[in-house]
Structures are given as structure tokens and as C-alpha cells.
Nanobody
Framework: QVHLEESGGGLVQPGGSLRLSCRAF????????MGWYRQAPGKQRELVAT???????NYADSVKGRFTISRDNAKNTVYLQMNSLKPEDTAVYYC???????????WGQGTQVTVSS
């Protein structure tokens, strides 16, 4: 299993920016597919973005052009840069690490992002 520690959530006004970070401990980071998911109150957890070991990215339509996922393998860390935030982006954001090779799928504890004036 891999242990994930998230940081960077908080309260921001509409139109503002935040950067989330997630550091992984315990397994070889380079071969993990890393992702960010979010869950708003009363809703199911949904995909926000993923980045493969090779750097290929995938985004939910709702965040394309506003959010950017990136990874720093030297720091075992994945980032989510969130710009032009909207109230509907308010949710708990979870980091995920996945590897079929290692037979592992792990979640962080979540970090709250609130977009409100």
C-alpha cells in the first residue's frame, strides 16, 4: 500500500486559484497513476484529473482549461493547479494512487476546497 498526504485546500473567492499537493510514501512513485477526485455534499465521488506514469493527463470536462495536474517524480508528489474556481468546484478533494502492476489503489484523507464570496 501507499500512504498519501494531501495539502493545499482552503477557502477562496470565485475566480481565484488554489494548488493542491499530494505526496506519496511507501511505493515506487514513478509507476503509479496519480489522480485527483472530488466529492461534494450529497453527491458521488467523481474524477477530476489523472496523470499516468508517462505523464499523459486526463481531465473531467467540467475542469478542462481551468485545472492542471502535474507530477514531480523526484519529490513523489502530484499537484493540482486550480484556476478560475467556481462555487460548483466546492468539494472534498481526494488524491488517489493506482497501479495494476503493484495491485494497489490507495486514497488520501481528503482536503476541503470551498469556493465562496
Amino acid at each position: 500500500q501507499v500512504h498519501l498526504e494531501e495539502s493545499g485546500g482552503g477557502l477562496v473567492q470565485p475566480g481565484g486559484s488554489l494548488r493542491l499537493s499530494c505526496r506519496a510514501f511507501g511505493l515506487i512513485f514513478d509507476i503509479l497513476t496519480m489522480g485527483w477526485y472530488r466529492q461534494a455534499p450529497g453527491k458521488q465521488r467523481e474524477l477530476v484529473a489523472t496523470v499516468s506514469p508517462g505523464g499523459r493527463t486526463n481531465y473531467a470536462d467540467s475542469v478542462k482549461g481551468r485545472f492542471t495536474i502535474s507530477r514531480d517524480n523526484a519529490k513523489n508528489t502530484v499537484y493540482l493547479q486550480m484556476n478560475s474556481l467556481k462555487p460548483e468546484d466546492t468539494a472534498v478533494y481526494y488524491c488517489n494512487a493506482d497501479s495494476l502492476v503493484l495491485n494497489t489503489n490507495s486514497w488520501g484523507q481528503g482536503t476541503q476546497v470551498t469556493v465562496s464570496s
